[in-house]
């Protein structure tokens, strides 16, 4: 069984930046697209970047300001955000994609607000 701990949340003013930490309890990036997601209360989860072998794609309302990155070596996938928005506020999980549920972590609060 894989587990996915997210790391890196917090409190930032608009503008501002965080890094978003993804380890995973053994390797499966070789296998896997690995991606980040997030959700906010009463809204569907929803997918931010996604990242294989050949490249990253980004929803179009990260594009440009969120960077999704991996080290293999250390089973860990990342999430830069730079120029957050209040908008930016969720909880952030990590899991491939598809997504498999039993991958599911606890996730990551990010709070933009000022």
């Known amino acids: 069984q894989v587990q996915l701990v997210e790391s890196g949340g917090g409190l930032v003013q608009p503008g501002g930046s965080l890094r978003l930490s993804c380890a995973a309890s053994r390797s499966i990036f070789s296998f896997y697209t690995m991606a980040w997601y997030r959700q906010v209360p009463g809204k569907q989860r929803e997918l931010v970047a996604s990242i294989t072998n050949s490249g990253t794609n980004y929803a179009d309302s990260v594009k440009g300001r969120f960077t999704i990155s991996r080290d293999n070596a250390k089973n860990t996938v990342y999430l830069q955000m730079d120029s957050l928005k209040p908008e930016d506020t969720a909880v952030y999980y990590c899991?491939?994609?598809?997504?498999?549920?039993?991958?599911w972590g606890q996730g990551t609060q990010v709070t933009v607000s000022s």
């Open positions: 899991n491939t994609k598809p997504a498999l549920q039993a991958y």
